[in-house]
Protein backbone atom coordinates (compact mmCIF):
# COMPACT_ATOMS: atom_id res chain seq x y z
CA UNK A 1 0.00 0.00 0.00
CA UNK A 2 1.18 3.58 -0.86
CA UNK A 3 -0.86 5.34 1.05
CA UNK A 4 -2.42 5.09 4.25
CA UNK A 5 -5.11 6.82 5.65
CA UNK A 6 -6.43 7.53 9.20
CA UNK A 7 -10.29 6.98 9.40
CA UNK A 8 -10.25 10.67 9.95
CA UNK A 9 -8.07 11.88 6.47
CA UNK A 10 -10.29 9.48 4.28
CA UNK A 11 -13.72 10.86 6.34
CA UNK A 12 -12.33 14.41 5.91
CA UNK A 13 -12.15 13.55 1.97
CA UNK A 14 -15.57 11.92 2.22
CA UNK A 15 -16.87 15.35 0.58
CA UNK A 16 -14.74 15.44 -2.49
CA UNK A 17 -15.21 11.57 -2.79
CA UNK A 18 -19.24 11.99 -2.89
CA UNK A 19 -19.58 15.44 -5.63
CA UNK A 20 -16.88 13.57 -7.66
CA UNK A 21 -18.82 10.03 -7.08
CA UNK A 22 -22.18 11.65 -7.49
CA UNK A 23 -20.68 13.28 -11.23
CA UNK A 24 -19.25 9.76 -12.09
CA UNK A 25 -22.24 8.01 -11.62
CA UNK A 26 -24.54 10.45 -13.76
CA UNK A 27 -22.08 10.13 -16.77
CA UNK A 28 -21.64 6.79 -16.35
CA UNK A 29 -25.54 6.27 -16.55
CA UNK A 30 -25.46 9.04 -19.68
CA UNK A 31 -23.10 7.12 -21.62
CA UNK A 32 -24.26 3.51 -21.12
CA UNK A 33 -27.85 5.20 -22.25
CA UNK A 34 -26.22 6.72 -25.48
CA UNK A 35 -24.00 3.68 -26.29
CA UNK A 36 -27.14 1.67 -25.95
CA UNK A 37 -28.75 3.78 -28.31
CA UNK A 38 -25.95 3.85 -30.69
CA UNK A 39 -26.08 0.14 -31.21
CA UNK A 40 -29.49 -0.13 -31.20
CA UNK A 41 -29.18 3.04 -34.42
CA UNK A 42 -31.74 4.60 -31.96
CA UNK A 43 -31.73 8.68 -32.19
CA UNK A 44 -30.58 9.85 -28.33
CA UNK A 45 -31.79 12.86 -27.04
CA UNK A 46 -27.97 12.37 -25.79
CA UNK A 47 -26.43 12.92 -28.63
CA UNK A 48 -24.62 11.08 -31.22
CA UNK A 49 -20.70 9.47 -31.06
CA UNK A 50 -19.17 12.56 -30.67
CA UNK A 51 -21.29 13.06 -27.60
CA UNK A 52 -20.28 9.26 -26.25
CA UNK A 53 -16.19 10.12 -27.05
CA UNK A 54 -17.15 13.49 -24.72
CA UNK A 55 -18.72 11.37 -22.35
CA UNK A 56 -15.93 8.56 -22.00
CA UNK A 57 -13.40 11.16 -21.94
CA UNK A 58 -15.39 12.76 -18.67
CA UNK A 59 -15.67 9.14 -17.20
CA UNK A 60 -11.99 8.96 -17.44
CA UNK A 61 -10.91 12.24 -15.98
CA UNK A 62 -13.51 10.84 -13.15
CA UNK A 63 -12.32 7.90 -12.84
CA UNK A 64 -8.45 8.97 -12.51
CA UNK A 65 -9.55 11.69 -9.35
CA UNK A 66 -10.04 8.84 -7.18
CA UNK A 67 -6.24 7.16 -7.71
CA UNK A 68 -4.63 10.42 -7.83
CA UNK A 69 -5.57 10.66 -3.83
CA UNK A 70 -4.72 6.96 -3.42
CA UNK A 71 -8.05 5.84 -2.92
CA UNK A 72 -8.38 2.31 -4.59
CA UNK A 73 -11.55 1.71 -7.11
CA UNK A 74 -12.91 -1.76 -6.27
CA UNK A 75 -15.97 -1.84 -8.58
CA UNK A 76 -16.89 1.16 -11.25
CA UNK A 77 -20.69 -0.26 -11.16
CA UNK A 78 -21.77 0.08 -8.63
CA UNK A 79 -18.89 2.18 -7.34
CA UNK A 80 -16.70 0.76 -4.71
CA UNK A 81 -14.22 2.41 -3.10
CA UNK A 82 -10.97 1.38 -0.74
CA UNK A 83 -8.87 3.64 1.05
CA UNK A 84 -5.44 1.80 2.68
CA UNK A 85 -5.31 2.39 6.16
CA UNK A 86 -3.95 0.79 9.41
CA UNK A 87 -5.78 -0.22 12.42
CA UNK A 88 -3.06 -1.08 14.89
CA UNK A 89 -0.50 -3.15 13.29
CA UNK A 90 -3.02 -4.21 10.86
CA UNK A 91 -3.36 -3.34 7.38
CA UNK A 92 -7.18 -2.84 6.22
CA UNK A 93 -9.27 -1.11 3.98
CA UNK A 94 -11.72 1.23 4.79
CA UNK A 95 -14.84 0.98 2.17
CA UNK A 96 -17.21 2.94 0.38
CA UNK A 97 -20.17 2.07 -1.41
CA UNK A 98 -21.84 3.74 -4.08
CA UNK A 99 -25.07 5.28 -2.32
CA UNK A 100 -23.78 5.28 1.10
CA UNK A 101 -23.71 8.93 2.35
CA UNK A 102 -20.34 8.35 4.73
CA UNK A 103 -17.44 5.98 5.73
CA UNK A 104 -18.12 3.57 7.56
CA UNK A 105 -17.22 0.28 7.27
CA UNK A 106 -13.89 -1.33 6.63
CA UNK A 107 -12.52 -5.08 5.96
CA UNK A 108 -9.11 -6.50 5.78
CA UNK A 109 -7.24 -6.81 3.03
CA UNK A 110 -7.69 -10.80 2.99
CA UNK A 111 -11.08 -10.65 3.26
CA UNK A 112 -12.57 -8.40 0.78
CA UNK A 113 -16.17 -7.01 0.56
CA UNK A 114 -18.10 -9.93 2.06
CA UNK A 115 -16.02 -9.47 5.35
CA UNK A 116 -17.04 -5.63 5.75
CA UNK A 117 -17.30 -4.51 9.21
CA UNK A 118 -18.42 -0.90 10.57
CA UNK A 119 -15.54 0.78 11.59
CA UNK A 120 -15.00 0.77 15.28
CA UNK A 121 -15.56 4.19 17.09
CA UNK A 122 -11.76 4.32 18.55
CA UNK A 123 -10.08 3.54 15.05
Known amino acids: MEQTFTV ?4 D ?3 AVLARASQLVAVRADLA ?9 LPS ?8 KGLEAS ?3 LVAW ?11 APLL ?5 MFGAEPVLLCWLEGET ?5 HRLDCGFPGRRLIPADA
Open 8 to 11: QQAR
Open 13 to 15: LMP
Open 33 to 41: ELQADLRQG
Open 45 to 52: PLGGLPEA
Open 59 to 61: LGE
Open 66 to 76: FPDRGIEIKSF
Open 81 to 85: LDFPA
Open 102 to 106: ELGWY
